[in-house]
Antibody, heavy 120, light 110 residues
Framework: QVQLQESGPGLVKPSETLSLTCTVSGDSVSSGSFYWGWIRQPPGKGLEWIGYIYYSGSTNYNPSLKSRVTISVDTSKNQFSLKLISVTAADTAVYFC????????????WGQGTLVTVSS | QSVLTQPPSASGTPGQRVTISCSGSNSNIGSNYVYWYQQFPGTAPKLLIYRNNQRPSGVPDRISGSKSGTSTSLAISGLRSEDEADYYCATWDDSLSGPVFGGGTKLTVL
């Protein structure tokens, strides 16, 4: 059974960097069939795609966040990570990590989600 | 502003049939498979429909999806109280080289 688990601080100060890690079990981040992605959901709002990474290290980011986002992968730990710099209150959201079928919007495994609040 | 357009809300009474629409463009829905997700408060979304009209194991056949051109819809027949949730359409966007979501539709069972 594939499982994804987000981890990281639940509170980040404005202008600082949000850092989250997703630990994968039951599958390998080196799998060529999937992207490993991040999606967020502000309180009471809809889903927003942040970006994804492929096992080769290639990435793709939402244009609205591209200048602030970095997604990386650590195959030795079977993890992938998200960094979002210069955060503001608008970045307060539940952040989900997910396994995405290559070339499709098919996400059959999600992390449980972690709430990150940006506040001083 | 979401790339895909959904109505913010929908409602029906138990036993009724409800449809939720989702519209996009040639670069997304028009040229790629569509997916639908169901989300209950405080939980991660769950895949409900894949490849336009396929149901994952465990999803009842009273739930169906269809696509025509740059639009898609989700239909739920025999509405039940447990169907009350948020529903999101999603697809790949060739221009963005990534997934895009609709803004979500809150389904209320009256």
């Amino acid at each position: 059974q594939v499982q994804l688990q987000e981890s990281g601080p639940g509170l980040v100060k404005p202008s600082e960097t949000l850092s989250l890690t997703c630990t994968v079990s039951g599958d390998s981040v080196s799998s060529g069939s999937f992207y490993w992605g991040w999606i967020r959901q502000p309180p009471g709002k809809g889903l927003e795609w942040i970006g994804y990474i492929y096992y080769s290290g290639s990435t793709n980011y939402n244009p609205s966040l591209k200048s602030r986002v970095t997604i990386s992968v650590d195959t030795s730990k079977n993890q992938f990570s998200l960094k979002l710099i210069s955060v503001t209150a608008a970045d307060t959201a539940v952040y989900f990590c997910a396994r995405v079928l290559v070339g499709a919007a098919q996400i059959d495994y999600w992390g449980q989600g972690t709430l990150v609040t940006v506040s001083s | 502003q979401s790339v895909l357009t959904q109505p913010p809300s929908a409602s029906g009474t138990p036993g009724q049939r409800v449809t939720i629409s989702c519209s996009g463009s040639n670069s997304n829905i028009g040229s790629n498979y569509v997916y639908w997700y169901q989300q209950f408060p405080g939980t991660a979304p769950k895949l409900l429909i894949y490849r336009n009209n396929q149901r994952p194991s465990g999803v009842p056949d009273r739930i169906s999806g269809s696509k025509s051109g740059t639009s898609t819809s989700l239909a739920i027949s025999g509405l039940r109280s447990e169907d009350e949730a948020d529903y999101y359409c999603a697809t790949w966007d060739d221009s963005l080289s990534g997934p895009v979501f609709g803004g979500g539709t809150k389904l209320t069972v009256l």
